[in-house]
C-alpha cells in the first residue's frame, strides 16, 4: 500500500467475539441505540492526498471562501451535522454522511468508526491488532504501516472520514476502553499517533483524532467532569493531541465529559485558546456521539454535531438536535452570528479542498481493497506487539520456545483458543475477513505427529438450550421477517438444580433482548458481538422468560439460545486439568473484555479464569498462559507459572502470530505501554473514588503528572510489571554511555550486544530525572526518548536515542507556556523503567 502522491499536493507532516453486556444495565440500551444509528447513517465520497495545494489559513483559501459565499443557508446548515444517507443507498452502512453541494461540486462525505479497522455495516475489514498492542511495539514505522491499512481501505471501502486514532492516556486501569488507545506515557502515545496519522492520511483518508479531553473512563462518560490541573493537562493529556495535529490531523472529536466545568464540546478554552491559538489547528472539530450541548457550541470552537436520536432503523432520521433547525432559528434570532456558521463550514470545505475532494475528477480515483496486504500488517504487528511478561528456566531450559516434547505434546485450554479474542467491543469492533483460531494454528505448527487436546475449561457458548427446557418451546433460528419490531416470545425456562447457568444469545440480522424474571436484561446486537453470554444465578423450577427485538430493515433477525449448566461447567473444568495432567505442556488461553461503554469492575480475569489457571498449573507446572486482554490484569498465579505471553487483542492474525511466536519461529520483542498493578489497591487510583471512578459527578486528576509508571516511582510501589517491561529469547547488554547536549534538545548513545543465538530486537528507552532548578512537580523518573534496535546473534551496535527540546522543558503555570527546565539531571537508559542498565548526567 504506498503513499499516494500527485504533482500539485505534496505530503505534510505529520471478531468472533463474547461479551457480558448485562452488567451494562442503563448503559447498554443507550449503547444499543447508538449501534443502530451507527449502521444506520451513510455518506458518499472521493478524496486524495492528505495535503493542500496552497496552505490554508483558519478562514480558507479564496476558492473555499467563494464556495461558502455561494451557498444557501441551508445547504451550510448541512455540513455542520451528520445525517443519514439516502435510503437504501449502497453506502449507507457508515457513522455519518454529509450530502454536499452538487450544484457547487462539492460531493458528499462519508466517515466510519475505527480505530482497530473500518467498521462499517455489512462491510468485511481487517482487524488489526488493538492500539495497545501495536504501541507495544515501540516502532513508528509499524504505526504508519498500521495507519496506511486503515487510509487504504477506508478509501476502498467508500469512506473519507476515520474516527481513529484515539490518543487519551491509558489512566485508570479498569478503563473500558483502554485497549482502543496507546499508552500511559505521552511520549509513547504522542509518537504512535503521530506516525499512525501520517499513514492513514497518506493514503488520502481523514483522521478524526478522539477524544478531546480528560476521557479517561467510560463510568458516567456521558457527564463526569475532569478537574485537572494545568501543568497536568499540558504535560500528560495533551501532548498526543498536540503531536497529532502537527502532523496534519484533519479533524479533532471532542469528549462527552467535562474539563474543568465546562464540557469538552463547549470549552473555548480547549477548542479556540489551545487547539486554535496555541497549536496553529486548521481542520474541523466534531463532537462525539450527542456530546453537542447547544446551539451556542458553534461559537466555542466546535464546527460539526455528530449523532442522532434513533432507536430503532426503522424509525424517521430525525433531525440534528442542535446544529440543524435549532441553529437556522438562532440564527435568524440573531442569538448565533452566521459568521459562526460560514467559518465552521469554510473549516469542514477547506478540508475537503485539501484531500481533492474539489478536484473534477473528485479526487484520485478510489484503490481496490488488498485484503492480503492488510493481513501481512495485522499479522506483522500482532507478532511485534506481542510481550513476553514470564518465561522461567527449569533444568538449563526455558519454557518458551517449545521445543522437543513439550513442542508435541499439548493440552491447549481456554475459549480463546477455539474461538479466537479478535477485538475488544463497541464501535471499535470490527467484522473481519476471517479470523484462524489458535488451536487449528498450533496443530498446524506442531505437524501430525504431536498430541494435541483441546478443552474449553470455561466454555461460553455451551449447547443449545433444549427444546424440553423452554415452555412453550423456542426454535434457533428466525425470530422476525426484515424491518421487524416486537416481542418474539413469553415463556418460562425451567432449570434442574440451584447454581449458576450461563446462557448465550447468539444474534443475526439486528438485536435481541432476553429477559429472565429478575434477572438484568441481556442485550444482544450483531453489530457489536456475534455471541453475548451472561452467567445467571438461577433457582431450581420454573422461571418467566421473555425476549423482544428488532431486524436491520434488510434482513431477517435470527436468534438461538445457548446454555451450560452448572454440572456442564463443573465438567468442563475437571476435563482440563485432566488434559493438563496428561500433557507435556499446557498452553491456556484467557481473555477479558474490553468494550466501549463500561468500565471493568476488576482487574482479575472474568468467568473463573484465574481460579482454573491456578488448578492447571498445580496438575502441570510447565504451563504456558496466553493473555487476549486490552489492558492490564491481575495474576494471582503467574509464580505458579513457566511462562505468560501478552498478546492482547490480536486480531484477525492473532492466531498465526501466536503459534510462530510460542515455537520460536518468531522472537518476542513487545515491551509493556502501561503498568501491570500487583494487586486491586496497589495503584495510583486505588482506595482514591475522587479519582476514580469520581465523587458526585467530578473525577479528580490529583495524582498530577505523576501518570503510571511515574506514580510506582513516587510512591515506592512495586508493580507486577513495570512499564517498558518485555522479555526476549535472547538477552542485551549495555555499555558505552554518552550523553551530548545539542542545540535541538540532547542525543543519548549507548553499545547495545546481542549475547544470544537468536535474532532479536530491543527497545532502547531513556528515562531522565527532575531538573535541579525546576520548583514545579516534576517527576522522579520519566521516559524521554527511544529506538527500537535489530540484532543477529553476537552483533553489537552503537545506537543513539534523541532528546527533543519539549522533553527538556515543563510547563509554567505562571505564564501558561512551555519553559526549559534548567539545571543538570540524571539520565538513566535501560530495558523498561525499572531495569536500568546505564546511567550518566546531563548538564544544564
Not at 225 to 233: F, G, K, M, Y
Not at 506 to 520: F, W
Not at 553 to 564: G, K, M, Q
Not at 785 to 801: D, H, I
Amino acid at each position: 500500500m504506498p503513499s499516494r502522491t500527485s504533482a500539485e499536493r505534496t505530503t505534510r507532516r505529520r471478531t468472533g467475539l463474547r461479551s457480558n453486556w448485562s452488567r451494562r444495565r442503563g448503559r447498554t440500551s443507550r449503547l444499543i441505540a447508538l449501534t443502530v444509528v451507527l449502521l444506520c447513517t451513510s455518506g458518499l465520497l472521493t478524496t486524495a492526498e492528505g495535503t493542500a495545494a496552497p496552505p490554508a489559513t483558519e478562514e480558507g483559501t479564496p476558492r473555499v471562501r467563494d464556495l461558502v459565499a455561494r451557498m444557501t443557508l441551508d445547504e451550510k446548515l448541512s455540513f455542520v451535522h451528520w445525517t443519514a444517507g439516502p435510503k437504501g443507498g449502497p453506502l449507507a452502512r457508515g457513522v455519518g454522511y454529509l450530502p454536499g453541494v452538487p450544484r457547487l461540486g462539492i460531493p458528499p462525505l462519508q466517515a466510519a468508526d475505527g480505530p482497530t479497522g473500518l467498521r462499517i455495516n455489512g462491510s468485511r475489514a481487517t482487524a488489526m491488532p488493538t492500539p495497545t498492542a501495536l504501541a507495544a511495539t515501540f516502532d513508528d514505522g509499524l504505526a504508519t504501516a498500521y495507519g496506511k491499512v486503515l487510509g487504504h481501505e477506508g478509501r476502498a471501502l467508500g469512506q473519507d472520514v476515520v474516527l481513529a486514532p484515539m490518543v487519551n492516556n491509558i489512566r485508570v486501569p479498569h478503563g473500558g476502553r483502554n485497549f482502543e488507545t496507546f499508552s500511559e506515557d505521552p511520549l509513547v502515545t504522542s509518537r504512535t499517533a503521530a506516525a499512525e496519522v501520517k499513514g492513514i492520511q497518506s493514503q488520502g483518508l481523514m483522521a478524526t483524532v478522539k477524544h478531546f479531553a480528560g476521557n479517561s473512563q467510560e463510568t458516567e462518560r456521558f457527564t463526569v467532569d475532569a478537574t485537572i490541573d494545568e501543568q497536568t493537562l499540558h504535560e500528560t493529556e495533551l501532548p498526543g493531541f498536540r503531536s497529532a495535529v502537527e502532523a496534519g490531523a484533519a479533524s479533532l472529536m471532542c469528549a462527552y465529559n467535562g474539563v474543568n466545568g465546562t464540557p469538552s464540546c463547549s470549552s473555548d478554552q480547549l477548542l479556540r485558546q489551545v487547539l486554535r491559538e496555541q497549536w496553529g489547528f486548521r481542520g474541523w472539530v466534531m463532537s462525539d456521539w450527542l456530546a453537542t450541548k447547544a446551539t451556542s457550541d458553534i461559537t466555542k470552537g466546535l464546527d460539526q454535531e455528530l449523532g442522532l436520536e434513533m432507536g430503532k432503523p426503522t424509525d424517521p432520521v430525525p433531525d440534528a438536535r442542535h446544529f440543524g433547525a435549532a441553529l437556522k432559528s438562532a440564527i435568524a434570532a440573531g442569538t448565533v452570528p452566521e459568521s459562526a456558521l460560514d467559518r465552521s463550514v469554510t473549516r469542514i470545505v477547506g478540508q475537503m479542498e485539501r484531500f481533492g475532494l474539489l478536484d473534477p475528477a473528485g479526487g484520485d480515483p478510489r484503490p481496490v481493497r488488498d485484503a492480503e496486504a492488510g493481513r501481512d500488517i495485522a499479522r506483522k504487528i500482532a507478532e511485534n506487539g506481542a510481550v513476553l511478561l514470564r518465561n522461567t528456566d527449569t533444568g538449563g531450559r526455558r519454557t518458551l520456545p517449545l521445543t522437543g516434547t513439550a513442542a508435541t505434546s499439548l493440552a491447549v485450554i481456554g475459549d480463546s483458543a477455539k474461538h479466537p479474542k479478535v477485538s475488544g467491543l463497541g464501535s471499535a469492533h470490527v467484522i473481519p475477513d476471517s479470523a484462524g483460531s489458535p488451536l487449528d494454528a498450533l496443530r498446524e505448527r506442531a505437524g501430525e505427529k504431536a498430541e494435541i487436546t483441546y478443552e474449553p475449561g470455561i466454555d461460553r457458548l455451551g449447547t443449545p438450550l433444549p427444546e424440553t427446557n423452554l415452555s412453550p418451546v423456542f426454535r434457533n433460528g428466525k425470530q422476525l421477517d426484515p424491518g421487524g419490531d416486537r416481542r418474539f416470545y413469553d415463556g418460562t425456562l425451567t432449570v434442574p438444580a440451584d447454581g449458576d447457568y450461563r446462557v448465550g444469545v447468539r444474534v443475526d440480522g439486528g438485536l435481541a433482548i432476553l429477559q429472565v424474571e429478575g434477572q438484568d436484561p441481556v442485550y444482544a446486537a450483531d453489530s457489536f458481538s456475534e455471541t453475548t453470554s451472561v452467567v445467571l444465578k438461577l433457582t431450581k423450577g420454573a422461571h418467566k422468560l421473555a425476549m423482544s427485538g428488532w431486524a436491520w430493515p434488510d434482513r431477517p433477525l435470527s436468534v438461538d439460545l445457548t446454555w451450560v449448566t452448572p454440572e456442564q461447567a463443573d465438567r468442563n473444568k475437571e476435563r482440563a486439568v485432566a488434559a493438563a495432567a496428561a500433557a507435556r505442556t499446557a498452553v491456556v488461553f484467557a481473555q477479558d473484555e474490553g468494550s466501549e461503554g463500561w468500565d471493568r469492575p476488576s482487574l482479575s480475569l472474568p468467568d473463573g479464569q484465574d481460579e482454573l489457571i491456578a488448578a492447571v498449573t498445580k496438575a502441570n507446572p510447565n504451563t504456558v498462559v496466553v493473555l487476549n486482554t486490552g489492558s492490564s490484569v491481575l495474576m494471582p498465579w503467574l509464580n505458579s507459572t513457566g511462562a505468560v505471553l501478552q498478546m492482547w487483542y490480536p486480531g484477525q492474525e492473532g492466531a498465526q502470530a501466536t503459534a510462530a511466536l510460542l515455537y520460536g519461529d518468531a522472537n518476542p520483542g513487545g515491551k509493556l505501554t502501561q503498568t501491570f498493578p500487583a494487586t486491586e489497591n496497589s495503584h495510583p487510583m486505588a482506595n482514591r473514588p475522587e479519582r476514580f471512578p469520581g465523587v458526585a459527578g467530578k473525577q479528580e486528576y490529583n495524582e498530577g503528572i505523576h501518570i503510571g509508571y511515574r506514580w510506582y516511582e513516587q510512591q515506592g510501589v512495586t508493580p507486577l510489571f513495570p512499564f517498558g517491561h518485555g522479555l526476549s529469547y535472547t538477552s542485551f547488554t549495555y555499555r558505552g554511555l554518552a550523553v551530548e547536549r545539542t542545540a535541538t534538545g540532547a542525543t543519548i548513545r549507548v553499545n547495545i550486544r546481542n549475547n544470544g543465538n537468536v535474532t532479536g530486537k530491543e527497545v532502547v528507552q531513556v528515562y531522565l530525572g527532575p531538573a535541579a532548578q525546576v520548583t514545579a512537580p516534576q517527576a522522579a523518573k520519566k521516559l524521554a526518548g527511544y529506538t527500537k534496535v535489530t540484532l543477529a546473534p553476537g552483533q553489537e551496535k552503537r545506537v543513539a536515542v534523541t532528546i527533543d527540546a519539549r522533553q527538556l522543558q515543563y510547563w509554567n503555570t505562571a505564564r501558561h507556556a512551555w519553559q526549559d527546565a534548567r539545571g543538570a539531571r540524571g539520565v538513566m537508559v535501560g530495558s523498561s523503567s525499572a531495569d536500568i542498565r546505564l546511567t550518566g548526567r546531563l548538564a544544564s
